[in-house]
């Protein structure tokens, strides 16, 4: 069973509060809830740097609150280690990372593995002003992204071996949450819909697409993508893929957008630029050359 099948079947069994589905649950119209995993040899090497590894694991739940106009506040750390060394080699690294994303380290659970390092942390945040989900996009919509990717799968295939790119082979690991930037979304009522890209731009659009029960057009003349022909790839196909980026992905109503944008380069001083439009009907598409092409969701997914 593919991983999101395996979340579509708890929703369907156990979502009877729609708590299940977004980046995070909202309890009590008020806290939100994330929790990540990360597993040795499955999302970082036994030889990757373990400041690199914490600062991923702050980062991907730090965004997902974030990603839904909240704030982060405390942190509960799990931890399975087959080298009790690793408890004392990690503790600065925490420290750092709670500093940086002002949270609190309020508990957690330490335990021995003989399978390498696991890793897992929850995050508890308050939500803002309001919360954004993934199924508020409506028709004429502008889609937007907070940042350029595709870089982070260059990055991890350097790391794995798999090609000799020119670029850090630890980069993937360094991207940060855009806490801010999600805090100031959620002030804005033009705002409908939002994630973060975890999965890829072509998963994670077509979640709000789904989600929202509308169609997403991906405008192949607004791509920021130059960047990634450097590196000589298919970097449409690294653009749509490429995985925990953590830039965020969000819906703006048309008439608000260019205020918007303009508000958040003048507080942030961060551009953010247009990728798309939200349509009447269902699916995700790209749009190039005056043809309309459906493009399937070519990302990450655990188990594929």
Do not use: W
Request: proline share 1%; glycine share 6%; aromatic share 10%.
């Amino acid at each position: 069973m593919k991983e999101f099948e395996f979340i579509r079947l708890l929703e369907k069994d156990f979502n009877q509060d729609n708590l299940i589905g977004d980046d995070a649950a909202l309890i009590y119209n008020n806290i939100l809830i994330s929790k990540d995993i990360l597993v040795e040899n499955i999302h970082f090497l036994k030889s990757t740097p373990l400041e690199y590894v914490i600062h991923k694991l702050f980062t991907s739940n730090i965004s997902d609150i974030a990603s839904m106009g909240g704030t982060s506040k405390y942190v509960f750390l799990g931890i399975a280690a087959d080298n009790e060394k690793i408890l004392e080699e990690l503790t600065p690294f925490i420290k750092r990372e709670c500093e940086k994303y002002n949270v609190i380290l309020a508990g957690g659970d330490t335990t021995s593995s003989k399978n390498g390092l696991f890793l897992s942390l929850t995050v508890v945040g308050e939500k803002g002003k309001n919360v954004i989900k993934r199924n508020g996009a409506k028709e004429g919509d502008i889609i937007f992204l907070s940042r350029n990717v595709g870089k982070c799968r260059i990055s991890l295939e350097k790391e794995l071996g798999i090609h000799n790119f020119k670029v850090d082979k630890y980069y993937h690991y360094n991207k940060n949450a855009e806490y801010k930037l999600g805090s100031l979304l959620s002030s804005c009522d033009a705002v409908t819909a939002m994630t973060d890209v975890s999965d890829g731009v072509s998963v994670d659009l077509l979640n709000i697409a789904e989600s929202s029960h509308k169609k997403a057009v991906i405008e192949y003349d607004k791509l920021n993508i130059d960047y990634l022909k450097e590196y000589n790839v298919d970097y449409l196909d690294y653009f749509l893929s490429s995985g925990e980026e953590f830039a965020l992905l969000f819906t703006v109503e048309k008439n608000q957008a260019a205020y918007l944008k303009k508000s958040i380069y003048d507080n942030l001083k961060i551009s953010i630029y247009e990728i798309g439009r939200i349509e009447y009907g269902e699916g995700l598409y790209l749009e190039k050359d005056r043809q309309m092409q459906r493009i399937s969701s070519s990302g990450y997914q655990h188990f594929k």
